[in-house]
């Protein structure tokens, strides 16, 4: 079995990805995702631990456009001084 952190990376990797490709990804497709890439490593207890644990730690946020997605934090223009 994959541990937490070990999905959290590999899904911080994913949305970073996705966001300079300027895709959201919901939780779901993150899951997905983890599951084709590990197969047996992985369930959804372990993939919702791991958003769980990027969005904790400040990683990720859940934003909402029509849906949940979740997405790196953006930087306002005035926090970049």
Do not use: W
């Not at 949305?15 to 300079?20: G, I, L, M, P, R």
């Not at 779901?28 to 197969?39: E, F, P, Q, S």
């Not at 791991?50 to 306002?76: D, M, Q, W």
């Amino acid at each position: 079995m994959k541990s937490v952190d070990e999905v959290a990376d590999a899904m911080y990797e994913m949305v970073k990805d996705a966001q300079a490709v300027k895709k959201k990804l919901k939780p779901m497709d993150l899951t997905k995702a983890m599951i084709a890439t590990y197969g047996d490593e992985v369930d959804k207890k372990l993939c919702k631990a791991a958003i769980k644990e990027l969005i904790n730690s400040g990683r990720c946020v859940y934003t909402y456009f029509g849906g949940s997605f979740i997405e790196i934090p953006h930087r306002e223009g005035a926090a970049n001084d």
